[in-house]
């Protein structure tokens, strides 16, 4: 298995666009997590998916962010529009349990100018 | 409030020499833990786990030891190479999936192994 893949690597653009970022678990994971990196906070969840379904969304700092995911293999995270504040390194995970061992993809870096 | 607390920013310690990283939670009922390492421009990756019923897990190099009464854990690494040098990401959860199910993570270790 290819692991979690998550594009793009980096991101960079300016305040005020629409940012897409993608992820595909690995097969047969049920749960589906987006987090989020700074130096600040360390990883945050921001949302979580079981069976395609989102179930807790409560880490999601504001109505611009938003995720899907409409099949087993596919989730979104959108931000829009962008801030500057925004900028960080986007994680997804996915698992098999819940609160057990969660596998990382790689993450997104994005800078908001 | 941080349930999960890694208290030092940074370790340094000298090749061959023993890593001891460390982490507080505040949450009695995190019965699950775990240590992610993580390299730059990567994501976490896992290194050990420990469920609340043992105090120590070994695996090769790397020992994890849980302190239930003091909330305590941490990782021993023996002997420090270059290559552990990472951020330690310290997790805790409640295994039975309970209001804390998800990974509660504390905000990292950066290790540094001096040759």
């Known amino acids: 298995d290819a692991g979690v893949i998550q594009s793009p690597r980096h991101e960079v653009t300016e305040m005020g666009q629409e940012v897409t970022l993608r992820c595909k678990p690995i097969s047969g994971h049920d749960y589906l997590f987006w987090y989020r990196q700074t130096m600040m906070r360390g990883l945050e969840l921001l949302i979580y998916f079981n069976n395609n379904v989102p179930i807790d969304d409560s880490g999601m700092p504001e109505d611009r962010f938003s995720a899907k995911m409409p099949n087993a293999s596919f989730s979104t995270l959108k931000i829009q529009p962008s801030e500057p504040r925004d900028s960080a390194v986007y994680f997804c995970?996915?698992?098999?349990?819940?609160?057990?061992?969660?596998?990382f993809g790689p993450g997104t870096r994005l800078t908001v100018l | 409030d941080q349930q999960v607390k890694q208290n030092s920013p940074s370790l340094s310690v000298q090749e061959g020499r023993i890593s001891i990283l460390n982490c507080d939670y505040t949450n009695s009922m995190f019965d699950y833990f775990l240590w992610y390492k993580k390299y730059p421009a990567e994501g976490p990756t896992f290194l050990i786990s420990?469920?609340?019923?043992?105090d120590k897990n070994e695996d090769g190099r790397f020992t994890v030891f849980l302190n239930k009464s003091a909330k305590h854990l941490s990782l021993h690494i023996v002997p420090s190479q270059p290559g552990d040098s990472a951020v330690y990401f310290c997790a805790a959860s409640e295994e039975g999936g309970g209001s804390q199910g998800n990974l509660i993570f504390g905000k990292g270790t950066k290790l540094s192994v001096k040759p």
């Open positions: 420990i469920s609340s019923i043992k």
């Open positions: 995970a996915s698992s098999q349990v819940r609160g057990l061992r969660q596998f």
